[in-house]
């Protein structure tokens, strides 16, 4: 059983995290990262999201360096342009270790083309609406939103991906397989691994601190932005998984 409290660094994160438990529980539940885990997912269902994900992580890493900007400490704010810099740049190379297997190449042209062509019906670049709300929804929370309520909306990203991490590892595991030959092994290593574990922990730590020192509407509008973020984070994989686009209702059979 995975830890549900590895990652909180406080009596205040820790009733974050509680307060969030369904959502958690509705994300650990998806069919995406059921079927991820067992290596049955359909290759267009993953390569979609590496593509999403590719889209995500130029916003996801601009609300970062807004954060490090608005940081009251040196501290702070050399993690954060840290973590716009290095821990994105790393997740962007294992998406193109990925992305370079021609067992997801040749799915990464055809969608892409296929995103080309429909044009003005894909703004942002490709961006399926949940993409662009969830990368818009950072932007404006890190530009002008209190800091502290900026941190709150970063950090379900860096909490979410390390707690999955760790359930995918232990379902792989459970299913008596070894991650050695796993379709998505790389993925799945990747937010199951030291480095990423030490980053969310210094994000939460960040985040523990601003709790404690919040006023109680600000505290309020953390929590109610954390959670607004976790919600994003569930729905960003349903959307990915079903191929979500701006032609037709996300209500669809999942790719293959």
Known sequence: MVDYHLFSQGPRTRELWNSVHDVITRIEELDFLGQLADGTLG???????????ELYLDGYARAMSLLGAAA???????????????????????HAELLADPGFSTIADRLSTAAGVIGAAWPAGGANPTTLG?????????????????VAA???????????????????RAGSRDLAGHPFA?????????????????????????????????????????????LYELHFWAAAHVGQDWQEPNHRTPRG
């Open 43 to 53: 290759h267009e269902a993953f390569v979609n999201y590496l593509l999403q994900d």
């Open 72 to 94: 009251p400490s040196n501290d702070q704010t050399r993690f954060w342009v840290l973590a716009a810099g290095e821990a994105i740049a790393d997740e962007q190379s294992m």
């Open 134 to 150: 969830y990368t818009s929804y950072l932007l404006s929370q890190a530009a002008s939103a209190p800091y502290a309520v900026g």
């Open 154 to 172: 970063i950090l379900p990203c860096f909490w979410v991906y390390a707690h999955i991490g760790k359930v995918l590892v232990q379902r792989v």
């Open 186 to 230: 790389t993925w799945i290593e990747a937010y199951d691994s030291p480095d990423f574990d030490a980053s969310v922990v210094g994000a939460v730590g960040i985040l523990e601190g601003l709790l404690e020192a919040a006023p109680k509407a600000e505290l309020t509008r953390m929590v109610q932005t954390f959670r607004q973020a976790c």
